[in-house]
Antibody, heavy 126, light 109 residues
Framework: QVQLQQRGAGLLKPSETLSLTCGVHGGSFSGYYWTWIRQSPGKGLEWIGEINHSGRTKYNPSFKSRVTISLDTSNNQFSLNLSSVTAADTAAYYC????????????????????WGQGTTVTVSS | SYVLTQPLSVSVAPGQTARITCGGNNIGRKSVQWYQQKPGQAPVLVVYDDSDRPSGIPERFSGSNSGNTATLTISRVEAGDEADYYCQVWDRTSDHLYVFGTGTKVTVL
């Protein structure tokens, strides 16, 4: 059973860089997308970006200029960096595993975001 | 970008059936996932690919999807089902790849 364990700083000042790491325990990177999702206080879920086992990334355009997701297979972890944070970036951040793929002709398989980390509450305050 | 709309809240008595809708343009052509989130916890996948359940999810949770509406149905509702529920699709036509619904708070009376 794959488990995801998050670590990283929970309190930042404006303009600093948010850095979170997600350790992957009990599973392989291959065949999945490794994603970051956040949830602002009292709000819904917002996708930040993803990375696959070969290091290919996709980012939400809302974050594109500030976000970097990277993979460290030797240490079984992937990371999120979000630069120039503001109070609007205060949220719970989740790493997760997504199982899906797009095939030609509009088909594919879609098994959901099936494994989640425990979440990290990040507060941005001066 | 693609938009998914859910009712803000649904209230249901124990033992009854709760239905949570997720509206989107031609959502019937997409695969819909549903997540349950309890306060202070990470979301949990309860339905994937419109109507399939991950192992460990009770049969009381079922899903359907057609036209412009997907529905999560919770039968024989229990107090432990009280939570927020989110629908989600992958939009392969957009850079906004993962689209989540606005969320529905299910209250068990």
């Amino acid at each position: 059973q794959v488990q995801l364990q998050q670590r990283g700083a929970g309190l930042l000042k404006p303009s600093e860089t948010l850095s979170l790491t997600c350790g992957v325990h009990g599973g392989s990177f291959s065949g999945y997308y490794w994603t970051w999702i956040r949830q602002s206080p009292g709000k819904g879920l917002e996708w930040i970006g993803e990375i696959n086992h070969s290091g290919r990334t996709k980012y939400n355009p809302s974050f594109k200029s500030r976000v970097t997701i990277s993979l460290d297979t030797s240490n079984n972890q992937f990371s999120l960096n979000l630069s120039s944070v503001t109070a609007a970036d205060t949220a719970a951040y989740y790493c997760a595993r997504a199982s899906y793929d797009f095939w030609s002709g509009g088909t594919g398989y879609y098994y959901g975001v099936d494994v989640w980390g425990q979440g990290t509450t990040v507060t941005v305050s001066s | 970008s693609y938009v998914l709309t859910q009712p803000l809240s649904v209230s249901v008595a124990p033992g009854q059936t709760a239905r949570i809708t997720c509206g989107g343009n031609n959502i019937g052509r997409k695969s819909v996932q549903w997540y349950q989130q309890k306060p202070g916890q990470a979301p949990v996948l309860v339905v994937y690919d419109d109507s399939d359940r991950p192992s460990g999810i009770p049969e009381r949770f079922s899903g359907s999807n057609s036209g412009n509406t997907a529905t999560l149905t919770i039968s024989r509702v229990e107090a432990g089902d009280e939570a927020d529920y989110y629908c989600q699709v992958w939009d392969r036509t957009s850079d906004h790849l993962y689209v989540f619904g606005t969320g529905t708070k299910v209250t068990v009376l």
